[in-house]
């Protein structure tokens, strides 16, 4: 078990008592990318600044929260661990079979529906972890891809990956705190 930081990205509505009072805040839009839960950037917040200004592109500005869990065995985890990656694998030969996959059109979030659907999924995991290759473009100010050889971008170390948690409750895998790190003006440690 790892205790690690994450972060959520909202825009700014000017209410940060109440951001930190309620939050974290669920995300259930129809195409999240992993379904309903509460999305946060695992452990770099180079991450959040970048959903902050060109991912959901917040026009009044944004807020990150920063929150700390317990990577556990409660995470389905896409990201770090081959056991999972391979059972995603055998579930997309699965809905192959029955014909509910299609390469290329089939979402990652409905192959996770599925599962939740006709498993025990739901009961033994509190979370899923992703990394979204490729999400950060690479010319962008918040890129942080370098090349293995000069001329091929496309070939590269990226050392602050997307990785996306999505607890699927508040309390899952013991998270805890959520207090606003940006803007500084709205952080406790902030001074006039």
Same mark, same amino acid.
């Given at each position: 078990?790892?205790?690690?930081?994450?972060?959520?990205?909202?825009? &700014?509505?000017?209410?940060? *008592?109440?951001? @930190?009072?309620?939050?974290?805040?669920?995300?259930? %839009?129809?195409?999240?990318?992993?379904?309903?839960?509460?999305?946060?950037?695992?452990?770099?917040? !180079? $991450?959040?600044?970048?959903?902050?200004? /060109?991912?959901?592109?917040?026009? %009044?500005?944004?807020?990150?929260?920063?929150?700390?869990?317990?990577? #556990? @065995?409660?995470?389905? &985890?896409?990201? &770090? #661990?081959?056991?999972?990656?391979?059972?995603? *694998? #055998?579930?997309?030969?699965?809905?192959?079979?029955?014909?509910?996959?299609?390469?290329?059109?089939?979402? =990652?979030?409905?192959?996770?529906?599925?599962?939740?659907? !006709?498993?025990?999924?739901? /009961?033994?995991?509190?979370?899923?972890?992703?990394?979204?290759?490729? +999400? =950060?473009?690479?010319?962008?100010?918040? +890129?942080?891809?370098?090349?293995?050889?000069?001329?091929? $971008?496309?070939?590269?170390?990226?050392?602050?990956?997307?990785?996306?948690?999505?607890?699927? !409750?508040?309390?899952?895998?013991? %998270?805890? &705190?959520?207090?606003?790190?940006?803007?500084? @003006?709205?952080? *406790?440690?902030?001074?006039?």
């Amino acid at each position: 078990m790892t205790t690690r930081k994450a972060y959520q990205t909202l825009e &700014d509505r000017g209410n940060p *008592e109440e951001i @930190e009072s309620k939050g974290p805040f669920l995300c259930n %839009r129809p195409k999240a990318w992993l379904g309903e839960g509460y999305y946060f950037w695992d452990s770099f917040i !180079n $991450n959040a600044h970048w959903w902050g200004k /060109e991912g959901a592109c917040y026009v %009044r500005g944004y807020i990150i929260c920063e929150s700390s869990y317990e990577l #556990n @065995e409660k995470c389905f &985890d896409l990201h &770090d #661990n081959p056991q999972h990656m391979s059972y995603f *694998e #055998n579930v997309i030969r699965l809905m192959t079979k029955q014909r509910l996959y299609q390469k290329d059109k089939t979402t =990652v979030a409905r192959i996770i529906e599925f599962v939740k659907q !006709n498993t025990s999924f739901s /009961e033994a995991y509190e979370a899923i972890r992703v990394n979204g290759t490729n +999400s =950060v473009a690479l010319k962008s100010h918040f +890129s942080s891809k370098i090349p293995f050889k000069s001329g091929k $971008n496309y070939q590269y170390l990226d050392i602050s990956p997307a990785i996306q948690i999505c607890f699927f !409750n508040k309390s899952s895998l013991n %998270r805890k &705190d959520f207090k606003i790190v940006y803007p500084p @003006e709205y952080s *406790e440690e902030y001074v006039v």
